[in-house]
């Protein structure tokens, strides 16, 4: 009998040690589902956030699609600005270009643009713009001539029906601001809403960034 019961005690410590491994197993297999289970989730998550994006995205872009950026520009200033609101807000840009270009020497401008001006003459534009029902917001951009919009853009808001719309201006100028833009802007568009324009001096163009920003938020329009 004294010789059996380290047998038996050995078989009962041999049992005990099969239960624990078993036992062991178990929470094993058990820790690794739930694991699993949540590495799922994770996963399915990323995938419902990732194809979240694109949507958002393209939903900007539909937004700022509606956007058309219209300038005249003799000297380039205008352009230049015009250049960055495209790139601040993604909408479609379009340079407004007379049939007869403004002479390169600086007087010689002067002087037609005071006689257009006086005249209330519409230069003719080679310049053609389709599919305008498509835009919702205007930025319309021109130098300040005589204290308000040049001539090829009196032309533009002349030639197109803008109900509906709402139109931004902005200006280069030499110290004259906005001027009457947008008094002449509204008199020459009555169906569009005209809000609030920027206006920046010719010489600082290249450093509006922040100017530009500014104001592109402010009317909500920035591309991000």
């Known amino acids: 009998m004294v010789r059996s019961i380290p047998s038996r005690l050995l078989g009962l410590t041999s049992c005990s040690h099969k239960e624990d491994g078993n036992n062991m197993k178990e929470h094993s297999i058990w820790f690794w589902g739930i694991a699993e289970f949540f590495f799922m989730v994770a996963f399915f998550i990323g995938i419902f956030i990732s194809c979240k994006v694109p949507v958002s995205q393209a939903q900007a872009a539909e937004t700022n699609s509606k956007v058309l950026i219209v300038y005249f520009s003799r000297s380039g200033n205008t352009r230049e600005l015009a250049g960055q609101i495209q790139t601040a807000t993604g909408g479609k840009l379009v340079e407004l270009e007379p049939v007869e270009t403004y002479p390169a020497e600086y007087q010689q401008t002067v002087n037609r643009a005071r006689q257009e001006l006086a005249s209330g003459a519409c230069p003719p534009l080679k310049t053609k713009i ?75 163009v290249r450093e509006a960034r922040r100017e530009i920003e500014t104001w592109i938020g402010g009317l909500g329009l920035h591309r991000d």
Do not use: C
């Open 130 to 204: 389709d599919g305008m029902d498509a835009y919702d917001v205007i930025l319309l951009g021109s130098p300040n001539w005589g204290g308000s919009i040049a001539p090829p853009v009196k032309t533009f808001l002349s030639e197109y029906d803008l109900s509906g719309k709402r139109i931004a201006p902005f200006m280069t100028h030499g110290g004259s601001g906005l001027g009457r833009a947008s008094i002449d802007i509204k008199s020459l568009a009555p169906q569009a809403t005209v809000i609030d324009g920027l206006a920046v001096r010719g010489r600082e």
